[in-house]
Antibody
Framework: EVKLVESGGVLVQPGGSLRLSCAASGFTFSNYDMHWVRQAAGKGLEWVSGIGTSGNTHYSGSVRGRFTISRENGKKSLYLQMSSLRDEDTAVYYC?????????WGKGTTVTVSS | QSVLTQPPSASGTPGQGVSISCSGSSSNIGSHSVYWYLHVPGTAPKVLIYKNNQRPSGVPDRFSGSKSGTSASLAISGLRSEDEADYYCAVWDDSLSGWVFGGGTKLTVL
């Protein structure tokens, strides 16, 4: 079964740091681009960051310079290192992948930034 | 505001058809393939259309996508109550060097 399982979401204070993880199974992880997509309560989907099979990275303007995406193919894992967190980073974070469209999504992990 | 503009809401009665638009620019829709996602709150989003007009296996042919210039559309025919959800378009944007989603359209089946 193709599966993505996110972890690491917690309550953190503004200005704090956090690392999200995504464990992949059921497919050849190294062959796929991986992404993080988030959704704040009452808001739409927002692409956060992506990493290609060769390790090339991209970020949305709202997180560039604060978040770092990485992958460890041997562990079939994706990470998102988040720093200088702001209230507006509060959201459910989904780990996402796919070939023809993003057809594999995790259930999400919730990050709450609040004092 | 997103660089992709979708109507915030759409509605129709069972059996009717409805179309959801997604307007962008030359740096996104005008240059790259459009994807459409269905999202029922509390569940994982699902890809409905990839590469402008292609349906993944398992997606009914009631759903169709099209693109012209810097705009794209998702058409749903034979509306069913289970189609009630949020619909998002997504595309790569060269100017932003990243993916962008439309603001989402909430479809209500009356």
């Amino acid at each position: 079964e193709v599966k993505l399982v996110e972890s690491g979401g917690v309550l953190v204070q503004p200005g704090g740091s956090l690392r999200l993880s995504c464990a992949a199974s059921g497919f050849t992880f190294s062959n796929y681009d991986m992404h993080w997509v988030r959704q704040a309560a009452g808001k739409g989907l927002e692409w956060v960051s992506g990493i290609g099979t060769s390790g090339n990275t991209h970020y949305s303007g709202s997180v560039r310079g604060r978040f770092t995406i990485s992958r460890e193919n041997g562990k079939k894992s994706l990470y998102l290192q988040m720093s200088s967190l702001r209230d507006e980073d509060t959201a459910v974070y989904y780990c996402v992948t796919g070939g023809d469209g993003w057809d594999v999504w995790g259930k999400g992990t919730t990050v709450t930034v609040s004092s | 505001q997103s660089v992709l503009t979708q109507p915030p809401s759409a509605s129709g009665t069972p059996g009717q058809g409805v179309s959801i638009s997604c307007s962008g620019s030359s740096s996104n829709i005008g240059s790259h393939s459009v994807y459409w996602y269905l999202h029922v709150p509390g569940t994982a989003p699902k890809v409905l259309i990839y590469k402008n007009n292609q349906r993944p296996s398992g997606v009914p042919d009631r759903f169709s996508g099209s693109k012209s210039g810097t705009s794209a559309s998702l058409a749903i025919s034979g509306l069913r109550s289970e189609d009630e959800a949020d619909y998002y378009c997504a595309v790569w944007d060269d100017s932003l060097s990243g993916w962008v989603f439309g603001g989402g359209t909430k479809l209500t089946v009356l």
